[in-house]
């Protein structure tokens, strides 16, 4: 019988299989009766000879092949009547493995797509970063980026590179779509786009002959750009835009789907974590640039296929063995992947979020099965009735691996409802620092590991208990249910030990948050160098060709006089780059009077522009000398922080002293003050070496106003704005921005990241006061007859509760010893984390041991004081 008519007749199978064996006995019986016997005789021979009707239904059954679908159907149907009879635990399993399970799809969605998906470029595992490396063994740590010439060079010579592309930061401010705006933008070279593999939506892409002076003004706007300011208008290309004061005509509108990295996802020193909006030509010639210094651009290489990282950075150097003979440089450079970069600040969080909410899952599988292994006690004269009637041990195996599967999979379903509603609030309250948000979705890779993870679910919930089911003995199972019997030792230890699991885990959870959490109060409370209460910050940039150096002087010189007016303000300034918002103006450390120093003993500092009163407004205390004021703003002199006195000159005055100045032509910078460190790119790094000069012998086409004030914040902020909007109606006015907010900014990620490993721990600690609390109560409701005959024979309330406490603390301590010495192994695995405290902390872990056995005493408390207050009569005549 083929398979498509097993399928028609599935519904009637049992009827056929009833007519053949009726009309094979009726043949039977004819053919006897012709050979001589009684009719009577004739059928009770016929079926003697067939043999037992019922065994051979069930073989011929087994041969159609639907016994074991019809099989698993009726355990299905009997493992949801099960669920149906038990609502409480069928509700709490199901609840907390939907959550479990919701919780480790969400971040296995974010790991999958922030850093296992592939870059949306074409063939991007072989795109990479050109990187510039200092010596090994100099005080010059990190990489750099590259100068124009080096590009060059390996744009017109290098054949281990199928592309060699150039890109820079920017801002534009755009004008004439609304409310004038600044724009994030990318310089880059013609050949960027073909470099990723990408094209434009609309339009056109650059051409080589973008590069050449004069063509400037063409720009390719963003799919985002083109929808928010210019509502999707097709009509957009060769249109002409107000950009920076001059016009630009538009060539072309990218996909929606390009994903451009952003910040120090390009690597150190690119520019603003900010996703770039529109690109125009990088209008430089290169091949006439020079071949040291101006480390101020990323170049993006394509490598040819099957060409090998060494033999490409071997090249890569190679080309530029001339100057670096010519000018004894000792830098090197190196090829980063341009994925590991993007990833690289989130990629060992992320896999600890991924394992922290995976070892809550195992929690809750855990805590599942043991109240399977509870439910499962309880059934053990039914099991004992199965085998007395022919079940096999396989089969009773097999119903509690159904019953399993159906919990799971009820849970599995909630599971990734609930998991797609919290991949949309995970994305939304995500900090912008966590890179590819945008990519991040449920695609089949998800779908996939949903599915693992249910599979794992069921095996981790029902395999102990089935097999404690399968395996007990017939006689022993119908003894199970008597009223004179109580739990014996074996059978408990097994709950035991797996509370003692929950109990290890959760530990290591909480020791582990516990120190995130540490670490992050030292982030926050760490010495910054700066205060934060009372300051308010307004970024400007001049951007139009109108502000040429002398405009950009007095304008700035009169905005300060115009903010020190503003009522409320006490001091007003200005910086060329707040604390925290990263490095500026790097270049080397040196005095023009010394020596110069050995490769290994350079060091770097970080260049800032500052007005008179900047100190004072953001409460940088002066350690020696004096602050730069307006008798300075034509003179070479300089106010430098702590360490890089102490670097120059240690334990001497550096006062009157020089530092070299940025620039070739820069003078030397006379020393008239030194003041306190101050922590530039984050609370978690050490403070750079600072040099301030004075605003007015650089003046940068970008500056960060502070005012210092004790009025209110939001009506000082908006007379701020408005001042400069009233001084300028073409200048972009981003929304004034308090301290607070800046160094909220700097933490957002490392906030996040703790926040969440934090709840996955307290979820675990939950999960397992559950487990606690049930285990207890079941022990209590098996030891009624017990306590009842205890209680009988004078045992007093107060030796029953200690008797349960110590039954179930028993698990508790073990599990908490055990935790405690695994999580010494796994906080050395996120040392890297850490901020401030040891992996080791003893307060921490006594804390987190304090703690566990707070709630792990309540949770056993609550049945033993009910065991404690039992009346002996009805304990006598429980069953």
Not at 176 to 184: I, Y
Not at 641 to 670: C, D, F, I, M
Not at 800 to 825: D, E, I, N, T, Y
Request: proline share 5%; aromatic share 8%; glycine share 8%.
């Amino acid at each position: 019988m083929n398979l498509w008519r097993r399928f028609r007749r599935a519904h009637r199978p049992d009827e056929e299989l009833n007519e053949e064996i009726r009309s094979h006995l009726a043949m039977a019986v004819q053919d006897r009766v012709e050979r001589g016997e009684t009719r009577a005789q004739a059928e009770q021979n016929a079926r003697k000879e067939l043999g037992n009707e019922l065994l051979i239904k069930e073989v011929t059954r087994d041969m159609w092949g639907w016994t074991a679908v019809e099989r698993l159907g009726k355990d299905l149907q009997y493992a949801l009547r099960q669920m149906r009879r038990s609502p409480g635990f069928s509700i709490v399993a199901v609840l907390t493995l939907a959550l479990g399970l919701s919780a480790t799809t969400v971040m296995f969605s974010i790991v999958n797509g922030v850093l296992l998906e592939p870059l949306k470029f074409r063939d991007p595992g072989r795109l990479y970063l050109a990187r510039t490396v200092a010596p090994a063994g100099s005080n010059v740590t990190g990489d750099f980026p590259v100068n124009a010439r080096q590009y060059y060079e390996w744009r017109t010579h290098c054949r281990s590179c199928d592309a060699v592309s150039l890109i820079q930061f920017q801002d534009l401010t755009l004008v004439g779509a609304g409310e004038p705006v600044k724009l994030p933008a990318l310089a880059v070279s013609s050949n960027f786009f073909k470099t990723l593999g990408v094209g434009p939506f609309l339009g056109r892409d650059f051409l080589p002959e973008d590069d050449a002076p004069g063509h400037g003004d063409r720009v390719i706007l963003t799919y985002q750009l083109w929808q928010s300011h210019f509502a999707g208008d097709p009509g957009i290309i060769g249109r002409t835009l107000q950009l920076n004061g001059e016009s630009h005509t538009v060539m072309g509108v990218m996909r929606a789907d390009l994903y451009l990295p952003k910040g120090d996802e390009w690597g150190a020193f690119f520019g603003p974590a900010s996703s770039p909006m529109i690109f125009r030509p990088h209008l430089i010639d290169a091949s006439t640039a020079r071949p040291v210094g101006n480390l101020n651009y990323t170049s993006v290489i394509r490598l040819k296929s099957g060409v090998s990282v060494p033999r490409a950075t071997a090249e890569l150097n190679a080309l530029l063995a001339d100057f670096v003979r010519e000018f004894n440089l000792q830098t090197k450079i190196t090829l980063t992947p341009l994925q590991w970069q993007v990833t690289r600040t989130s990629r060992f969080a992320l896999w600890l979020l991924l394992g922290t909410v995976g070892a809550v899952l195992l929690i809750v599988c855990v805590n599942v099965g043991n109240l399977m292994l509870v439910r499962t006690a309880g059934r053990y004269r039914e099991a004992g009735v199965r085998m007395a009637l022919g079940a096999s041990r396989g089969q009773l195996f097999g119903l509690v691996l159904k019953e399993a599967l159906a919990l799971v999979c009820a849970g599995g379903l909630a599971g990734l409802a609930l998991a797609y509603a919290g991949l949309r609030v995970f994305v939304a309250s995500a900090p912008v620092g966590l890179p590819r948000l945008d990519e991040v979705e449920m695609d089949w890779r998800v779908m996939v590991f949903a599915g693992l993870a249910i599979a794992f679910s069921t095996i981790a919930c029902s395999l102990f208990p089935a097999w404690r089911l399968a395996r007990i003995g017939v006689q022993d199972s119908l003894k199970a249910g008597a009223a004179t019997t109580t739990e014996t030792g074996g059978k408990l230890q097994v709950r035991e030990i797996m509370v003692s699991l929950e109990v290890a885990l959760s530990t290591v959870l909480l020791i582990a948050g516990g120190l995130l959490m540490v670490s992050f109060f030292r982030v926050l409370h760490v010495q910054k160098g700066f205060e934060v209460a009372h300051i308010i910050t307004q970024d400007v940039s001049y951007l139009s060709p109108k502000y040429a150096r002398a405009v950009r002087r007095r304008f700035v010189e009169e905005s300060v006089a115009k903010l020190a007016q503003i009522p409320g303000v006490q001091v007003a300034a200005a910086i060329n780059q707040l604390p925290l918002r990263g490095d500026d103006w790097v270049s080397e450390l040196e005095d023009p009077d010394q020596p110069a120093r050995s490769v290994e003993n350079e060091a770097l500092a970080n260049f800032r522009f500052v007005t008179p009163g900047y100190w004072q407004a953001m409460g940088i205390p002066l350690k020696m000398g004096r602050f730069l004021d307006q008798s300075d703003k034509d003179r070479p002199r300089a106010v430098i922080s702590e360490r890089a006195a102490q670097y120059l000159w240690p334990n001497q005055n550096p006062l009157g002293k020089h530092v070299r100045g940025t620039g070739p032509q820069s003078p030397p910078l006379e020393v008239v003050g030194v003041v306190g460190e101050v922590r530039a790119s984050s609370l978690e790094q050490n403070p750079p070496m600072i040099v301030y000069e004075h605003y007015w012998r650089m003046q940068p086409i970008g500056m960060s106003f502070v005012v210092r004030t004790q009025a209110n914040a939001a009506s000082v902020g908006g007379a701020i704005r408005s001042m400069f909007a009233s001084a300028d109606p073409e200048m972009a006015i981003a929304q004034p921005t308090t301290m607070e907010q800046i160094v909220e900014e700097s933490v957002a990620t490392r906030k996040f990241q703790t926040y969440l490993a934090v709840a996955f721990a307290i979820s675990a600690l939950l999960v397992a006061s559950l487990g606690i609390y049930g285990l207890i109560s079941f022990t209590v409701a098996r030891r009624t007859p017990e306590i009842g005959i205890r209680m009988a024979l004078g045992a007093h309330g107060r030796q029953l509760l200690g008797m349960v406490l110590l039954q179930g603390m028993r698990p508790v301590l073990a599990g908490l010893a055990v935790g405690v010495a695994s999580a010494l192994f796994v906080s050395r695995l996120i040392a890297s984390q850490l901020f401030g405290v040891s992996p080791w902390d003893p307060l921490t872990i006594c804390g987190v041991a304090a703690l566990l056995l707070i709630v792990a005493t309540s949770a056993c408390l609550i049945p033993a004081r009910r065991a404690s207050r039992t009346d002996p009569l009805v304990a006598l005549r429980f069953e």
